[in-house]
């Protein structure tokens, strides 16, 4: 067998040509909740689909999208995480760490909970200010919780460098074919005992906290530690493939399905912005209440959880003119769909015709 | 996630709609969805005895 019949055999035995890649936003390319924060909350997200994870720290998390990217491999952006203070020492709960966590109806080709479970094989491009022996984690969430962790290591701080990391499908896992949290993929810049204290966790088994994390860094009492990443690929196989390319607007749009907004893409929700607002021709009812139903562009994965935006940026009321009179009301969405919503508003005037005019956001993240 | 007040809010007609939140100074309509990542940690808050959700207006 010729060298390209024996790779078209392997690709065609183990992945798919085209959509192989289960991560969203990969190539850091969508920052629609904006390209910079100074202390995110636990929880936080900024880098569209990577969800920040911390606890204990001395220090501040600080997440920036960064031009840093490594060299001819066709990335425009990375995302970067650091610490605005090092810790004096490592507590046993401190933590910081990023994850992306995937929709389980997009796993159900994984067969996991099966004898057929795949394996799969996770690509990234990575770089730290400390060099060091970091962990990767895989979680499931349904039924009993499973992990497995891999390591990977920083030869040489601040220096962009490729990790591929190959794990086995899970017979016992259980991923539900439902909207809800399939698959974790984490990466654990540091952690203490709490995360470190046990056997870490090299082959599946049930969650353990203490199995979690391989062994602290140093990262978090380091100087000014910062962390990069991009091109994260996960597909199933054992052999990484090139990363996958994908659209502006193809990720955008696999994006919107758990944020959506209606400022422009590049406008970051909350800044005063009077370009872009929706604006609605409004009859209001008998108690000065005017309803109307903004309509997401991508159906989101469940009833989101929505804001009102004023076009000043203030949150909770939309911006109204009416014959004799212009203000704010108070904006309520009560009926929230995973395609629409509907919402009601006062124009402070009963029976009242005028127009209502902001923003809004709609958070359907797992 | 640090909510700092919760409230029930209601349909236009009356009857409850959903949780209204405020986190970081914005505040959030949060529908009762389980899926949703927000009520789930509602929820958790308050079987923790951290957060108490007031009664509609």
Not at chain 1, 257 to 278: A, I, Q
Request: charged content about 20%; glycine content about 10%.
């Amino acid at each position: 067998m010729s060298k390209a019949a024996e790779l078209a055999a392997l690709i065609g035995s183990q992945t798919a040509l085209s959509n192989r890649n289960l991560i969203i936003n990969g190539a850091s390319q969508i920052w629609q909740r904006g390209t910079s924060v100074d202390t995110i909350s636990t929880g936080g997200i900024l880098c569209d689909r990577w969800r920040i994870g911390h606890s204990g720290t001395d220090g501040n998390v600080d997440v920036d999208q960064d031009t840093s990217v490594p060299t001819g491999k066709g990335f425009g952006f990375s995302q970067k995480i650091s610490m605005d203070a090092s810790e004096s020492s490592l507590d046993a709960g401190d933590q910081v760490n990023v994850t992306q966590k995937i929709e389980a109806q997009n796993l159900q080709h994984l067969e996991f909970g099966t004898s057929s479970a795949k394996s799969l094989v996770l690509s990234f491009y990575v770089k730290s200010s400390v060099a060091a022996t970091y962990t990767v984690e895989w979680l499931t969430r349904d039924g009993t919780q499973r992990m497995i962790g891999r390591t990977y290591t920083i030869n040489s701080a601040n220096t962009w460098e490729y990790k591929t990391l190959t794990i086995p499908g899970d017979p016992s896992a259980t991923i539900n074919n439902d909207n809800g949290i399939g698959l974790e993929i984490r990466w654990w810049m540091d952690a203490g005992s709490t995360y470190t204290g046990g056997t870490f966790a090299t082959d599946w088994e049930n969650k353990t906290n203490a199995n979690r994390v391989n062994a602290t860094t140093g990262w978090l009492v380091s100087t000014s530690p910062t962390w990069h990443i991009t091109g994260v690929q996960l597909e199933i196989g054992e052999q990484a493939t090139p990363f996958e390319h994908r659209s502006f607007g193809d990720e955008l749009a696999a994006c919107k399905r758990y944020f959506e907004k209606s400022f422009d893409v590049g406008t970051t929700p909350g800044v005063s912005d009077y370009n872009s607002t929706e604006n609605w021709t409004v009859n209001a009812d008998g108690s000065g209440n005017a309803v109307i139903s903004p309509s997401f562009k991508v159906e989101k994965r469940a009833a989101p959880t929505m804001v009102a935006y004023q076009a000043t940026g203030a949150t909770g009321s939309w911006n109204y003119f009416r014959d004799g009179a212009t203000g704010t009301g108070g904006v309520t969405f009560d009926r929230i769909g995973t395609n629409t919503t509907r919402c009601y508003t006062a124009i402070g005037a009963n029976w009242a015709s005028g127009s209502i005019f902001g923003h809004w956001t709609a958070d359907a993240e797992l | 996630m640090n909510i700092t007040s919760a409230q029930y809010f209601n349909h236009i007609d009356g009857t409850q709609a959903g949780i209204r939140i405020v986190v970081d100074d914005v505040t959030m309509d949060v529908p009762l969805d389980p899926a949703n990542r927000h009520y789930a940690e509602i929820l958790r808050q308050v079987a923790a005895g951290d957060l108490t959700i007031l009664d509609a207006d």
